[in-house]
């Protein structure tokens, strides 16, 4: 692992333990040519996903932006940070079960508005907000509408 610091390819790990509900490892690093310290985590990735965009166009599935984007959703909402990485892993274990390597934006969209709805409703209609490309507040209010149990009127 090459040092962030001074660039040498020689790192030693000092200390390596689970991390993120054991789906991760965490590796204390040392570099003997500067003595900077940093952190690594290695994942099990199952298979190299490509997401096919509404336009055709395909790309190489990238966890990191899918994080940045649940994490605006979920920016100051009381949601652990420890849940959410859950939640983050939970969505790339699923996609990765699906059984096929290309997989279609609106199946990851889709898939991470329903992991938010189960855990901040708020964060799901930010979401839901610029994934289904909201225009006009009237959008807003019909899609919270839809989510807002249906009551009979007292008396009937």
Request: with cysteine; net charge positive; charged share 35%.
């Amino acid at each position: 692992m090459r040092c962030p610091f001074c660039g040498n390819i020689d790192t030693q790990v000092k200390d390596s333990r689970p991390a993120e509900d054991h789906v991760a490892i965490r590796r204390r690093r040392l570099c003997p040519a500067c003595g900077g310290r940093f952190t690594t985590y290695e994942r099990v990735q199952l298979r190299d996903l490509v997401v096919v965009k509404t336009n055709g166009r395909r790309e190489e599935f990238d966890r990191d932006k899918l994080e940045r984007s649940i994490r605006i959703a979920l920016q100051k909402r009381p949601v652990e940070p420890e849940r959410m990485d859950q939640m983050i892993s939970g969505i790339v274990r699923r996609l990765e079960s699906l059984g096929d390597t290309d997989i279609p934006s609106k199946v990851i969209g889709e898939i991470v508005m329903e992991s938010l709805a189960r855990i901040d409703t708020v964060a799901y209609v930010r979401f839901a907000s610029v994934y289904k490309n909201f225009q006009a507040a009237d959008d807003f209010d019909k899609f919270v509408s839809e989510l807002r149990p249906q009551t009979s009127p007292e008396g009937e």
